[in-house]
């Protein structure tokens, strides 16, 4: 019986080193295969630009600094880019995209700002009304 256990513990080791063998393998092919596909859609960029939606903070020289300010070629492109990227959402786009915008989408004044003009109403001082209690201002019919 001592030489059966012996075959058996063998064997079981045989097929535990023949299950991470197998596992090590595949492995290896789904690395090979992700390598492989990568390769096949990289692009190399070789033409960059500044991102005109970012803010952009230019530095000047240091004060005792000798050397000639650079002469920058004005692209119209990124400069259309830049402006359009820095305006309002209501001139950037023809719908709001986001709920916040949905909210102050339309920023008239619902009411004008003469509200005499509508309602007829004319200021008249509180004192007028209730003694020289209060000195505010108020809207009267």
């Keep these: 019986g001592h030489m059966g256990n012996l075959a058996d513990e063998e064997m079981a080791l045989k097929t535990q080193r023949k299950i991470v063998m197998d596992y090590l393998v595949h492995q290896d092919a789904i690395h090979t295969e992700r390598v492989q596909k990568e390769q096949r859609h990289q692009k190399l960029h070789t033409e ?15 004060p ?10 004005e692209h119209a492109d990124f400069i259309k880019a830049f402006h359009k990227a820095h305006e309002v959402p209501t001139k950037k786009y023809s ?10 989408w339309v920023s008239t004044p619902l009411v004008s700002k003469s509200l005499s003009v509508y309602l007829g109403l004319k ?3 509180i004192r007028v009304r209730y003694g020289q209690k209060a000195c505010y201002c108020s809207w009267v019919a």
């Design 48 to 62: 960059f630009s500044i991102n005109p939606y970012r803010k952009l903070q230019i530095l000047p020289d240091k």
């Design 64 to 73: 005792m600094c000798r050397r000639p300010t650079e002469v920058i070629p």
């Design 95 to 104: 719908v709001p995209l986001t709920e916040s915008q949905e909210i102050g």
């Design 123 to 125: 200021l008249q001082d």
